[in-house]
């Protein structure tokens, strides 16, 4: 099971939630070996939410229901902090650790989820920029953890831990980061008109059931198809499932992470031209939805963003 930004060298701030990140992740593709550190969203077998308590990743055993939606913890804090000041464009460490509000005890019981023990997910205040990390455990009996990240601009981030303790249960925390500067102008929030998009060398068609998308049960489709137009039907497993999603309202206070229904993928499998996702929108308003897929060791990261009646 599994399934959170403070001003510089700031304590993180936990807020509430309901609902359901490296470098530059805007570009389509990223080697696998990058890849291992960022997810995005992506299509090709039928994909679902594992979702523990509170919405969050329960396994690849719920079938066709949909994914729940996920409040910020309200029993665990997630306390972010850059080891030195973070710079537009260049990379730097920021350190985590997770308490229990009650006892201020350290999380150390971290169980691992899609072949991590913690997901990470890195928004920019305008949402233009999004990355899937995971950070490393650089002291498992004081329950820290460092993730080496860039930041490509100046200004406010989001950062959504997700994971699941022994103790704890299931918990996704959020905290805001401000890289010192000046912060360019936002990319507006522009909803989407075409359904069908080409990131990289990949060409996905999505489509949602119901359409207009209104609030409640959707169903998400995203189909695959190369260069030439052809189907794919090789996709391969990344992170114990053929592809990621992650969708988040423009108010920062609906989210889901989503993967493929059914049983986790062998490592040998393939899936395509088509995954689809299962999740819930709980209230009406723009949210803005990446996936991620793994072909021939590229990740791609797909974008879309859509108005929810």
Not at 145 to 159: D, V
Not at 248 to 272: F, N, R, W
């Amino acid at each position: 099971m599994r399934k959170t930004s403070t001003m510089l060298c700031a304590a993180a701030l936990a807020l509430g939630f309901s609902a359901c990140g490296q470098p530059d992740a805007s570009p389509a593709k990223e080697p696998l070996a990058a890849a291992h550190d960022h997810h995005g969203m992506a299509m090709g077998t039928p994909m679902r939410h594992d979702m523990g308590s509170m919405g969050h990743d329960m396994g690849h055993d719920m079938g066709s229901m949909a994914m729940p939606a996920m409040m910020l913890s309200e029993s665990v804090e997630a306390r972010v902090t850059p080891l030195a000041p973070l710079a537009a464009g260049q990379p730097g460490t920021l350190r985590f650790r997770f308490e229990s509000r009650a006892s201020r005890a350290a999380l150390t019981d971290f169980e691992v989820a899609h072949e991590r023990r913690l997901h990470v997910f890195v928004v920019s205040d305008d949402m233009s920029f999004f990355a899937h990390v995971h950070p490393t455990l650089s002291d498992a009996e004081a329950g820290l953890w460092t993730l080496e990240q860039t930041f490509p601009a100046p200004g406010r981030y989001q950062i959504y831990a997700d994971f699941k303790s022994t103790g704890a249960g299931a918990n996704v925390t959020r905290s805001d980061l401000v890289v010192a500067g000046t912060p360019p102008a936002a990319v507006p929030l522009t909803v989407d008109g075409e359904m069908t998009k080409t990131f990289g060398g990949l060409t996905v068609t999505a489509r949602f059931t119901p359409w207009p998308l209104t609030t409640g049960d959707t169903l998400l489709t995203y189909r695959v198809t190369d260069e030439s137009g052809q189907p794919v039907t090789d996709l391969a497993p990344y992170l114990g499932a053929f592809g990621h999603l992650f969708a988040l309202s423009s108010d920062k206070v609906t989210m889901a992470h989503a993967h493929p229904e059914g049983a986790a993928p062998t490592a040998d499998a393939h899936g395509g031209p088509e995954i689809s996702f299962h999740t819930r929108f709980p209230s009406a308003g723009t949210y803005k939805l990446w996936a991620q897929v793994l072909r021939g060791g590229i990740v791609t990261t797909t974008d879309w963003t859509v108005a929810v009646h």
